[in-house]
């Protein structure tokens, strides 16, 4: 079973900068492809951003391309989410998520993180 832990959440100002760290416990997170999804409160959760096993391919949502970055350490166990010039529509609680693939459907990821909250004050 892979248990993932999210941190590095916070309050952040606006435009002010945040990285968001992923780690497993259980089972080596390198298996996995690995996204980032937030869900705000009444919102459905969606898609931020994903990474393969190996780092080579990345895939982010339109609204934080330019601003975001997902990167990953194999050798540490660890996924980041560097966010940058935050906007008070990023605010949310961040979960990171471990699956087979690359994708932006929270359907294809087994294993999940309890997240962490991200808030942005403007």
């Known amino acids: 079973q892979v248990q993932l832990v999210e941190s590095g959440g916070g309050l952040v100002q606006a435009g002010g900068p945040l990285r968001l760290s992923c780690t497993a416990s259980?089972?080596?997170?390198?298996?996995?492809?690995v996204g980032w999804f937030r869900q705000a409160p009444g919102k459905e959760r969606e898609f931020v951003a994903a990474?393969?096993?190996?780092?080579?391919?990345?895939s982010y949502t339109d609204s934080v391309k330019g601003r975001f970055t997902i990167s990953r350490d194999n050798a540490k166990n660890m996924v980041y989410l560097q966010m940058n010039s935050l906007k008070p529509e990023d605010a949310a609680v961040y979960y990171c998520?471990?699956?087979?693939?690359?994708?932006?459907?929270?359907?294809?990821?087994?294993?999940w993180g309890q997240g962490t909250q991200v808030t942005v004050s403007s």
């Open positions: 998520a471990a699956g087979p693939g690359l994708a932006s459907r929270p359907q294809l990821y087994q294993h």
């Open positions: 259980g089972r080596t997170l390198s298996r996995y492809a």
């Open positions: 990474i393969t096993w190996s780092g080579g391919s990345t």
